[in-house]
């Protein structure tokens, strides 16, 4: 009885929901979830995952999800390239391909001179850390 309750309260229900995670398969959490159009920000929760069920318009109030249109889902979170997907939203609950987020590396820019310790063999050139007094 609660299963046909559940599924009768859920059939008139739209919504676009998903999960986000990293190149080793983790949810990532707290990552921001941007919906347009729609103007809606929301953050993915501990297990990634998101469930957008509305919109909102000029003033900012709450509306429904606009059937029969284009959106584009795009996901942020420090550390980590943007991820963003575009699809067609029809009716009912969609759920969007996992995202995968990759973490943003690092890049050391050429220091333009020869750092090898074998051209500083001088004892006044130290190549690295010294004791007081040395």
Same mark, same amino acid.
């Given at each position: 009885?609660?299963?046909? %309750? %559940?599924?009768?309260a859920?059939? /008139?229900?739209?919504?676009?929901?998903?999960?986000?995670?990293?190149?080793?398969?983790?949810?990532?959490?707290?990552?921001?979830?941007?919906?347009?159009?729609?103007?809606v920000?929301?953050?993915?929760?501990?297990?990634?995952?998101?469930?957008?069920?509305?919109?909102?318009?000029?003033?900012?109030?709450? $509306?429904?999800?606009?059937?029969? $249109?284009?959106?584009?889902?795009? +996901? =942020?979170?420090?550390?980590?390239? $943007?991820?963003?997907?575009? =699809? =067609?939203?029809?009716?009912?609950?969609?759920?969007?391909?996992?995202? $995968?987020? @990759?973490?943003?590396?690092?890049? +050391?820019?050429?220091?333009?001179?020869?750092?090898?310790?074998e051209?500083?063999?001088?004892?006044?050139? @130290?190549?690295?850390?010294?004791?007081? /007094?040395?």
């Amino acid at each position: 009885m609660l299963v046909l %309750l %559940l599924a009768t309260a859920l059939a /008139g229900r739209h919504a676009i929901q998903g999960q986000v995670i990293d190149r080793n398969g983790d949810p990532i959490d707290r990552a921001i979830v941007s919906l347009a159009p729609g103007n809606v920000e929301l953050v993915t929760d501990r297990e990634g995952r998101y469930l957008i069920d509305y919109l909102r318009n000029e003033k900012g109030d709450r $509306t429904r999800l606009a059937r029969k $249109t284009d959106y584009t889902l795009e +996901v =942020f979170r420090p550390g980590y390239h $943007t991820a963003s997907t575009k =699809f =067609f939203f029809k009716r009912g609950e969609l759920t969007v391909d996992t995202l $995968t987020l @990759a973490e943003e590396s690092i890049t +050391v820019p050429d220091a333009g001179e020869n750092l090898d310790p074998e051209i500083y063999k001088d004892p006044t050139h @130290a190549s690295g850390a010294n004791y007081e /007094g040395q």
